[in-house]
């Protein structure tokens, strides 16, 4: 199952009862069974699902205001800023403001030689088992030395469908949105996408 | 393959509810008076003469106009199209093959589906319509293409002003769906 799938219901949940029920609150006789009924309701929602989802488009829902770094940003300040503010992956800009790559969690664990799982589990363990931690020894990297280079962009018109498919087929939480000169404008993230799937609740 | 085939038989889905006891009466009251005034006509003007004002598909008709009148096959255009296009091939069939009347049955009845289909005006009483224009008798035969017009373009066009009148008068009633 694709991630676009998981991240919208394909069917509409709506019982044969749920059809009766509201035949008998329409007046009159109406001429489709409930059979019918429910293949034209489930139809039209797959219908107004994809309308949905390709008409909300990346620059609709992205954050605007973006954390970056650049290349020669070490990464003791890059591990403070994504502390600081709650985020879990920043994007790397060249100094005309291109993104080169981008920083995420994961790029810290790999940079740290974090051998099997990479997870913070995985560094714990580590540090508790040779007096001392790893990750001392990344301290005199920069961003450029562990980074994801090239990252994978959209742009400001793809729609969130698309993003979802990107999602789960590369694997990653979040993409920088860019300009057509590849300047960075915004980023969207797999929480920026839940809070505007169709038909939830926004917080 | 054959036990898929059988299992199809065995229907998916429930019979729709049934509706109340004052749809019922409406029902009742417009079929009484739509069928009550071509009937009127037929008997009190049209007697001795050699036209009809009523033919048996308008009791069909009177089922969907009155009593199932949300259905797309019971709109206006349907009701109206429906009847006087099988009217007209109806009157064809017959005259093209009255020579072999099984075919020009089953011609003007299978050709007036296809049509109907073909305009969207498909009004199952149509297809009786185009039968009767065929096994309808001497008195039918004698009107030839003006059977389209009358019994059936008039004839369907009262009953349509009757089911406007009737069908709009309780609250939660309301008829046509569509015109076009």
Redesign the interface.
């Known amino acids: 199952m694709s991630e676009k799938e998981r991240a919208f219901p394909l069917k509409a949940e709506i019982s044969?009862e749920d059809i009766?029920e509201a035949?008998?609150d329409i007046?009159?006789?109406?001429?489709?069974?409930?059979?019918?009924f429910?293949e034209v309701y489930q139809t039209a929602y797959r219908h107004a699902m994809s309308r949905i989802s390709s008409s909300v488009k990346a620059k609709n829902i992205m954050t605007t205001k973006v954390f970056s770094v650049k290349r020669a940003t070490p990464v003791a300040a890059i591990a403070e800023l994504m502390a600081d503010n709650i985020i879990s992956g920043v994007p790397v800009i060249e100094e005309n403001g291109k993104v080169t790559g981008i920083i995420s969690e994961r790029d810290f664990l790999s940079g740290m030689g974090v051998k099997g799982a990479k997870t913070m589990m995985g560094i714990i363990a580590d540090c508790l088992k040779n007096k001392g931690c790893m990750a001392i020894s990344i301290g005199a990297l920069k961003a450029e030395d562990i980074m994801t280079s090239p990252a994978i962009t959209v742009s400001g018109n793809t729609t969130i469908s698309e993003i979802a498919g990107i999602f789960g087929e590369k694997k990653i939480n979040r993409v920088p949105v860019t300009d057509s000169a590849g300047n960075l404008i915004g980023i969207v993230s797999r929480a920026d996408l839940l809070r505007y799937l169709p038909f939830k609740e926004k917080p | 393959m054959l036990r898929a085939y059988f299992a199809k038989m065995t229907g998916?889905?429930?019979?729709?509810?049934r509706?109340?006891a004052?749809?019922i009466i409406w029902?009742w009251i417009g079929g009484f008076v739509g069928i009550g005034m071509v009937a009127y006509l037929n008997y009190s003007r049209f007697e001795h003469t050699d036209l009809v004002m009523i033919v048996g598909s308008f009791g069909a008709s009177a089922v969907l106009i009155y009593?199932?009148?949300?259905?797309?096959?019971?709109q206006p255009r349907n009701l109206l199209g429906g009847h006087i296009i099988s009217a007209i091939i109806g009157v064809t069939s017959f005259l093209l093959f009255h020579d072999f009347m099984w075919f020009a049955s089953a011609m003007a009845v299978a050709t007036s589906i296809a049509l109907m289909h073909a305009t969207k005006t498909l009004h199952p009483p149509g297809g009786a319509t185009a039968l009767i224009a065929v096994i309808g008798g001497e008195k039918i035969h004698a009107l030839g293409y003006l059977y389209a017009i009358i019994p059936v373009g008039v004839g369907a066009t009262i009953m349509l002003a009757i089911a406007l009148l009737i069908n709009n008068i309780p609250k939660?009633?309301r008829y046509p769906e569509f015109w076009i």
């Open positions: 044969d009766m035949m008998k007046s009159g006789y109406l001429d489709i069974t409930p059979g019918d429910k | 998916t889905t429930k019979s729709p509810p509706i109340s004052e749809e029902s009593g199932a009148i949300k259905s797309p096959l019971a939660k009633r």
